[in-house]
């Protein structure tokens, strides 16, 4: 059986991650969680702010919406309280989708 990579699962990610991975400044990250109130990060002593994977799962929704879709702050708001579950799961299906356009991606790499 060839060797595969597992997926390294954070439980906490930091301000900083979180604007990596959004390319995105930490205001706009503030700003959201401000906004919607689905972002709850927890706080350290410090005051630094720690997101779950639950909190980038749901700023992954709020970008799909508001940059991709084109939806208001309060539309996004008012859609993500009436189909939160159907949110989720299109998110995830755009999740697994991404993941197999990068492999394909490497696939024709390599060719």
Do not use: C, H, W
């Not at 002593?45 to 919406?65: A, H, Q, S």
């Amino acid at each position: 059986m060839p060797y595969k990579e597992r997926e390294i699962n954070k439980l906490y990610y930091t301000m900083g991650e979180v604007t990596e991975m959004f390319e995105v400044n930490a205001s706009q990250i503030r700003f959201y969680e401000r906004e919607f109130d689905i972002i709850q990060p927890k706080k350290n002593k410090k005051g630094n702010r720690l997101f779950t994977p639950e909190d980038i799962e749901n700023l992954k929704i709020i970008f799909n919406l508001v940059k991709n879709k084109g939806y208001t702050l309060q539309g996004a708001r008012d859609y993500l309280k009436a189909n939160k579950n159907q949110a989720k799961e299109n998110q995830r299906v755009i999740d697994s989708l991404e993941k197999l356009k990068q492999f394909l991606i490497e696939v024709k790499e390599r060719l």
